[in-house]
């Protein structure tokens, strides 16, 4: 790894999220030099950075003393404050909730609805529409002439997977991947909106509110109508709550995912010893599963805020403070992995990051897993040979990124 010359604050910066192996040099200095360092960069609230492995895994295990309430992600001052003025001065929590937000009993309350549906047992009964859906996007490539741009392929797949739990039709998938995008990787100039987030957020929500009121007229069972149908303590959700349910699973199980499979499918291609050995031994398609999902981190930060005084790694932080959760730091940390910068699918034990842990821990990690290991397979069934063709993008955002563009050239089977 070459030696950081950025500052510290440039890991406020979504810039610096399109280019990994400054930021990844950036996050081993400040591992190595102040691993709990605080951070006040132009136009951002002031944070602590939780960069090291077992730090990140205390605060989210002390989740009454660092809770998810009010800030969970990092966004310029200057852009939330454009956005609620768009918004007329609405806040975000008036018109949608969601797991992410909620704390303590609530949050448990609200987990607990969908919990067992995202249980690997739970999940068996979509595993073949998994697997059907996998073939049908991989069978695109059958159709291009050797070359194509793989994040359309990789991009398309885990959204028709979510939207079809929430049963949206595909003819309207188009537009939900714009209004997914501009809710999630809104610092990217490719997916802005006007009015921002929140515009495509009340986009959203206009949509849902039909499938709703059809779904509690007409309960089918499916995810989408347990939610639609949910009560907590004898009455339905409000409808912030049910919106919120259906948009965090809606954008938390499409882009991540997505990047996921682009940026994992980067590292095969600049390591195809990788590729061949799991096409060679598609028994480690398991371990191979875990290492892209460490490698590629989707997520690269969630907040918390500290409820009471208490010293941290060594620092005192005080009740208020805000503290920034960095994934791919954790998912890179040398304290725990042996070579961390070495793609390795048959690396074990591999304790990431990348779903993060305690009470908020992913609640589709099952479902994910599920969906790079169809994909991948289908991959190595289909495709003889595939190898870059031109240079590949990243998102610029310091929230959820990974490759947003990945030109390939292939040879079926
Ligand atoms: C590779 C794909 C994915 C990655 C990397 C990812 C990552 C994460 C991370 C880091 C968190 C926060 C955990 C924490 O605070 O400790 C999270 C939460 C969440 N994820 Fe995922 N996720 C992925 C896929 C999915 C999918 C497919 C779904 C559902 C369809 C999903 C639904 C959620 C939900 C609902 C939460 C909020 C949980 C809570 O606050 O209790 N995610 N995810």
Redesign the pocket.
């Known amino acids: 790894m070459s030696v950081s010359t950025l500052p510290k604050e440039a890991i406020a910066d979504p810039r610096v999220f399109t280019d990994p192996a400054a930021l990844h040099s950036l996050l081993a200095r400040i591992r190595q030099e102040d691993p709990l360092t605080f951070i006040e960069a132009e136009d951002y609230a002031p944070f602590w950075l939780v960069s090291r492995h077992s730090d990140i895994l205390e605060v989210?295990r002390q989740a009454t003393q660092f809770i998810n309430a009010p800030r969970q992600v990092l966004l310029p001052l200057s852009y939330e404050a454009k956005a609620r003025a768009a918004s007329g001065g609405v806040e975000t929590a008036a018109i949608m909730r969601n797991?992410?937000l909620m704390d303590g009993d609530e949050?448990k309350a609200y987990?607990q609805i969908t919990q067992s549906y995202f249980t690997p047992k739970g999940l068996e009964g979509v595993t073949a529409d998994i697997n059907q859906l996998a073939a049908e996007f991989i069978g695109r490539m059958d159709q291009a002439e050797g070359e194509i741009d793989f994040a359309e392929v990789a991009m398309a797949f885990p959204l028709r997977v979510?939207m079809s739990m929430l049963g949206v039709p595909p003819q309207d998938e188009p537009m939900m991947l714009r209004l997914t995008q501009q809710t999630l990787s809104s610092q990217d100039p490719e997916f802005q909106k006007e009015g921002g987030a929140r515009a495509a957020m009340m986009e959203m929500y206009a949509y849902f509110q039909t499938i709703i009121t059809d779904l509690r007229a007409a309960p089918d069972g499916s995810l989408a109508s347990v939610i639609a149908n949910a009560r907590v303590d004898g009455e339905f959700l409000p409808d912030r709550d049910v919106f919120g349910y259906f948009n965090?699973?809606a954008t938390?199980?499409h882009d991540?995912?997505s990047y996921?499979l682009t940026t994992g499918m980067l590292a095969f291609l600049q390591n195809p010893e990788q590729l061949e050995r799991l096409r060679a031994d598609p028994a480690m398609m398991p371990l191979a599963v875990e290492e892209v999902?460490r490698w590629t981190t989707?997520?690269k930060h969630?907040c918390r805020t500290a409820v009471a005084d208490c010293m941290l790694a060594g620092k005192e932080v005080k009740a208020g403070d805000l503290l920034l959760l960095s994934?791919p730091s954790g998912s890179f940390d040398e304290a725990i992995y042996e070579d961390p910068y070495r793609f390795r699918i048959d690396r074990r034990p591999n304790r990431h990051l990348?779903?993060?842990?305690?009470p908020?821990?992913?609640?589709?990690q099952y479902?994910?897993r599920q969906e790079l290991t169809s994909f991948f397979r289908e991959l190595l069934d289909r495709i003889e040979y595939v190898e870059l063709a031109g240079a590949p993008r990243f998102v610029e955002g310091s929230f959820v990124g990974g490759v947003k563009c990945l030109p390939v050239r292939y040879r079926r089977l």
């Open positions: 989210e797991l992410i949050h987990r979510v965090i699973i938390a199980g991540t995912t996921a999902l989707p997520v969630f994934f990348a779903f993060g842990t305690g908020h821990v992913c609640l589709g479902l994910a």
